[in-house]
């Protein structure tokens, strides 16, 4: 039987669901570039301010830096900060952005060829990412374009945001599994076995089944799934981003990443360790565009507080978070 939520924490999550509808109301009024800018200048803000992340930022860009200069991790902290105000500036004008997708998210044509491709084979693409560029805009960029996709995502806190989200993102094209509801293993099966796209961000540690595997040099816990669901299915393996090319230029980035015929732990978690250490020099190449203030290496195998799952997906499986 579930805990009941305390009033104080129903009632801050529904003035937070009101804060961002009236947020997105709002910025309607006013030219996706300047929420944008705008969202830029309340991340620099909120570097100055919250001052617990900000130092969760430094310490995770002195783990994965070590060699780079006190300064230079600072600026790019907070310029992390301002990407990801970025981010939700455009993601609350999203709807303007999809009437320019041409302008706002370029696709090369050699990207988007490895997407048909992968297609063509029958089998569903699981398509693999991370909270780096934009990542809103990495699904939207692709389904707003014609073709099938669905994420795996977790649910906010206050189910008015999680419909919210989820009606914003089916305007996209994009649809939602929730990771934990009933039938979500089966939905994400159903997917690839329709050959459609299921997308997936593997970035993150959170609490779904999970393996240890090196990013910027130390062990992090990384949803396993991704490496399940395609040595399971045959589906192909794109890793996709959306990296920002520009003030308000964004371009798709897609790489298929050969799936073994294997099927074991062994080939699990190398299969992961290849799809993170893609992310990494993703991160590498644009430090600025990820969000340094997750606390990527919080478990690790001799002090996790849970026990990661090793188990294969089955018909039981929790769905990845994202």
Known sequence: ?????????????????????????????????????????????????????????LTHLSRAFPDKPEAEREAIARASFAHLGRCVGELVCVRQIDERLDEWVEWPKESRAVLDAALARGKGV?????????????????????????????????????????KLRASGNTGSIWRGHPGAAKAMLRQLRAGKILGLLIDQDTKVQSVFVPFFGQLASTPRAAADLALRTKAALIVGLCPR???????????????????????????????????????????????????????????ASAPIDSAPPSHHTRAPST
Do not use: C
């Not at 669901?17 to 997105?24: H, K, Q, T, V, W």
């Not at 803000?45 to 969760?56: D, G, N, P």
């Not at 991370?130 to 189910?159: C, F, K, M, Q």
């Not at 993703?282 to 990527?296: G, K, L, T």
């Open 1 to 57: 039987m579930a805990t009941p939520v305390p009033v104080h924490k129903r009632l801050k999550r529904f003035v937070r669901y009101l804060l961002l509808r009236a947020a997105a109301a709002f910025a309607s009024l006013f030219p996706v570039e300047w929420t944008s800018s705008f969202g830029a200048s309340l991340g620099r803000l909120a570097f100055t301010l919250a001052r617990r992340e900000r130092q969760k930022a």
């Open 126 to 166: 699981v398509f693999v990412s991370g909270h780096i560029g934009n990542w809103e805009l990495t699904a939207r960029g692709v389904t707003a374009r014609g073709y099938h996709g669905t994420s795996i995502a977790r649910e906010a806190s206050d189910p008015r945001t999680t419909a919210f989200i989820e």
């Open 245 to 303: 090319v520009g003030p308000h230029q964004y371009r798709l980035e897609l790489e298929e990443v050969p799936v073994p015929e294997r099927h074991d732990e062994a080939t699990v978690i190398a299969l992961t360790a290849t799809l993170t250490a893609k992310l990494e020099a993703a991160i590498r190449a644009r430090p600025d565009q990820w969000v340094w203030m997750h606390e990527r290496w919080k478990r690790q195998p001799e002090t």
